[in-house]
């Protein structure tokens, strides 16, 4: 037994596992073991746990079997070869790197922060905004490295801050985008007189730096696709946005499956052999007019019959194949949702260097164009290097939308050649610069397993009217059962793009079928 658990609560459990009649006699194409639900799981990499673990999808798993549910009666199909998704964390020598989620943003409201309190796994001593290019000790500078001075850049955030605050009240009355909101908001000021450090042109370059660093917090590729209204529905957790993981964020994936047996007395759930890795489905395929049809779902080398699946790709891979995947088509609401919401690439690269030639005042720094001498090279687009916590000899650096989706086509030596060059220019006069000798960058758009980053509110998804809403929506057969379910941050109304949401939709899917297999009727009376 696996559950230390009163006589009673097993008698309950056998009660309700009992009462999931619609879910068992399934069978797999090869006549094997009983299996019944599908996942997606996001996950985390061998070398830094040995155990396969897994957001959405395994906090759904490890939901379910909590409550009691069959672990063999669940499946989850992982098309990487490691678990954790847009959560990989990678050893890198002593200490640890983030090459996909890093912050836990927030405290209250985020289900992700108590879990980790709880565990002993939050960081205390890293400051807030450590390694995001905000933070008072990264500095602002050219590429032909003439620097924005201190005042200017005061001003320059306090006007930023200003223009923040004013659009949490005014963008609910917003017709067009964010980044129309912004540049309207900013002219005002500009117009005003505002600006007393620094003249027109030198502010309207630190705000293309703004809009770079606002594509990068959205997910977007232009702040000119994201909703100015929709992006209210946008609920920040209040509490420091940048709270760090002692393990890094993988840790998660070990709380998630109570793999972390003296703080949970031995109890552990037992899904590890539940996962299969290397599994990519290619199809979804059911009828949904054929009473008590299995949903077949069809891997390269094995077929699946389930009673239901959840989904919990990125909404970037069903942006890229959602008319492939699933036979028949998925309902005209959700492909418009899946077509509408916005889906765009953050990207990291990470240098290193023998050694730091940087000091320990120099948290980083951010890089502006001069808008006359731009030249539409993709290494433009990069808002700026700053240190990593735990690790002396790296900085990382961020780019987003279009850019890094070329960036991520370019050839290594050539990427760390730019970003090299850049460096080297802005810092040159105050350090002895080194050449790195070593990169490492994440390709989140051009992996098939997410083609990109995160989701935001576009325009588009007010213009078609279609939410997180349709795409969590499940659908049903023309019974009334539910047999496809959707999780994963897109689906989140109001924390998308973020672990948290990913979690909670989880969750959310878990008990809806948890209810749903309680309440419904024996397959004989189907
Ligand atoms: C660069 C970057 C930085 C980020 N920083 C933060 C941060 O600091 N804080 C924060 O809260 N969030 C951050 N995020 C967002 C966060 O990582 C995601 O919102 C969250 O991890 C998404 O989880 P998910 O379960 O919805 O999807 P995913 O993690 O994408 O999981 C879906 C899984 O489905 C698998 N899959 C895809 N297609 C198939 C298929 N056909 N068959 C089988 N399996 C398939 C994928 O391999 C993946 O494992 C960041 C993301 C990126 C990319």
Redesign the pocket.
């Known amino acids: 037994m696996v559950y230390r658990e009163k006589s009673s609560d097993v008698n309950r459990k056998k009660k309700k596992n009992n009462q999931l009649n619609v879910l068992t006699k399934t069978d797999r194409s090869d006549g094997s073991d009983d299996c019944n639900l599908f996942t997606?799981?996001?996950?985390f990499p061998p070398r830094v746990e040995r155990n396969a673990k897994?957001?959405?999808?395994l906090a759904a798993a490890s939901r379910l079997v909590e409550k009691g549910f069959d672990p063999a009666r669940i499946t989850i199909?992982?098309?990487?070869n490691r678990?954790?998704?847009?959560?990989f964390t990678v050893q890198h020598g002593s200490s640890l790197i983030?090459?996909?989620?890093?912050?836990?943003?927030g405290k209250e409201g985020n289900v992700?922060h108590p879990l980790a309190e709880a565990a002993g796994e939050i960081r205390t001593d890293i400051h807030t905004l450590e390694s995001t290019g905000y933070a008072d000790d990264v500095e602002m500078v050219y590429r032909d490295g003439r620097k924005i001075t201190a005042d200017q850049l005061k001003e320059f955030k306090e006007i930023l801050q200003r223009i923040y605050a004013d659009s949490r009240r005014e963008l609910a009355q917003w017709k067009t985008s964010l980044g129309e909101y912004f540049e309207y908001k900013f002219g005002k000021h500009l117009d005003q007189g505002s600006f007393t450090t620094m003249d027109r042109a030198t502010a309207l370059d630190l705000l293309d730096w703004a809009h770079r660093a606002q594509n990068i917090e959205d997910g977007s590729d232009n702040w000119m696709e994201t909703c100015g209204v929709g992006s209210l529905e946008y609920h920040e957790c209040v509490g420091d946005y940048?709270t760090v993981w002692k393990r890094g964020?993988s840790a998660l994936f070990d709380i998630l499956m109570k793999n972390v047996p003296k703080r949970n007395n031995g109890l552990q759930l037992p899904l590890s052999d539940r996962i299969r890795l290397n599994?990519?489905?290619?199809l979804v395929r059911w009828n949904p007019d054929r009473p008590n049809c299995k949903v077949e779902v069809v891997?390269s080398d094995q077929t699946y019959n389930a009673d239901m699946v959840l989904i919990?790709?990125?909404l970037g891979?069903l942006k890229d194949r959602a008319d492939k995947?699933f036979t028949p088509l998925l309902p005209e609401k959700k492909r418009k949702a899946i077509e509408g919401i916005g889906f765009g690439t953050?990207?990291?690269i990470f240098l290193e260097f023998c050694k730091p030639w940087w000091n320990q005042q120099w948290g980083g720094v951010n890089f502006l164009t001069q808008h006359s001498k731009a030249t539409g090279d993709w290494v433009e687009k990069v808002m700026g290097f700053s240190t990593v916590r735990g690790q002396p000899n790296l900085l990382i650096g961020w780019i987003s939308g279009p850019a890094a989706r070329i960036c991520e086509t370019r050839p290594e030596d050539e990427v760390m050649r730019k970003c090299s060059e850049l460096l080297r220019n802005a810092v040159g006069s105050d350090f002895v610069y080194e050449e790195p000798t070593r990169m490492i960058r994440?390709l989140?758009h051009s992996n098939?397993?997410?083609c990109g980053?995160?989701s935001y509110r576009s325009r588009k998804s007010k213009d078609l009217d279609v939410w997180a809403s349709d795409l969590a929506e499940p659908i049903s057969d023309s019974h009334g059962l539910i047999r496809l379910l959707f999780?994963?941050?897109?689906t989140h109304d109001h924390c998308y793009?973020?672990?948290?949401?990913?979690v909670e939709?989880?969750w959310r899917e878990a008990d809806r079928i948890f209810e749903m297999v309680n309440n419904s009727p024996a397959p004989s009376k189907l």
């Not at 997606?40 to 996950?43: G, K, N, V």
């Not at 199909?77 to 990487?80: F, K, P």
């Not at 678990?83 to 959560?87: A, P, S, Y």
């Not at 599994?279 to 290619?282: A, D, F, I, Y």
């Open positions: 997606d799981l996001p996950r897994g957001a959405a999808g199909l992982e098309a990487e678990i954790g998704g847009r959560i983030e090459i996909g989620a890093q912050w836990v943003h992700v940048t964020y599994s990519p489905v290619n891997c919990t790709c990125s891979v995947l953050v990207d990291k994440s989140w098939p397993n997410f980053s995160y999780a994963g941050e897109a793009s973020n672990v948290h949401a990913a939709t989880g």
